[in-house]
C-alpha cells in the first residue's frame, strides 16, 4: 500500500511563500511521474506542477515562474515551492503519485493540505 503525507500548507499573507512536503512510503512498484493538484471549493481539481521519472516538469499557467516541484528521490519526498502567493492560490493542494505497476498505470493520493492566502 502506498501512502502520500503532505505538510507546510498554511495561512499566508499575498506575495508571501510557502513550501509544501509531500513523503511517499509504501511498497512502491515505480514511479511513472509525481506532482501537486490543487481544488478549490466548487471547482474540480486541477494539476499546479508535475514531474516525471526523467525530471521533465510542467506547471499550469497560473503558477509559471511563481511555483518551483522538485523531488528528493533518495528521499522519496516530493516538495512545491510557493512564491508571489496571491489569493487566488487558496485551496487544498493534493500529492499525486501514478505508480506503473505490472505495465498499469496506479494513481494514489495524499489527504490534501490546506493553503490559504489572506490579509
Known amino acids: 500500500q502506498v501512502q502520500l503525507v503532505e505538510s507546510g500548507g498554511g495561512l499566508v499573507q499575498p506575495g508571501g511563500s510557502l513550501r509544501l512536503s509531500c513523503a511517499a512510503s509504501?511498497?512502491?512498484?515505480?514511479?511513472?511521474?509525481m506532482g501537486w493538484y490543487r481544488q478549490a471549493p466548487g471547482n474540480q481539481r486541477d494539476l499546479v506542477a508535475g514531474?516525471?521519472?526523467?525530471?521533465?516538469?510542467n506547471y499550469a499557467d497560473s503558477v509559471k515562474g511563481r511555483f518551483t516541484i522538485s523531488r528528493d528521490n533518495a528521499k522519496n519526498t516530493l516538495y512545491l515551492q510557493m512564491n508571489s502567493l496571491k489569493p487566488e492560490d487558496t485551496a487544498v493542494y493534493y500529492c499525486?503519485?501514478?505508480?506503473?505497476?505490472?505495465?498499469?498505470?496506479?494513481?494514489?493520493w495524499g489527504q490534501g493540505t490546506q493553503v490559504t492566502v489572506s490579509s
Open positions: 499525486n503519485l501514478d505508480e506503473l505497476r505490472y505495465g498499469s498505470l496506479v494513481r494514489h
Open positions: 509504501g511498497s512502491i512498484f515505480s514511479i511513472n511521474s
Open positions: 514531474i516525471r521519472s526523467g525530471g521533465r516538469t
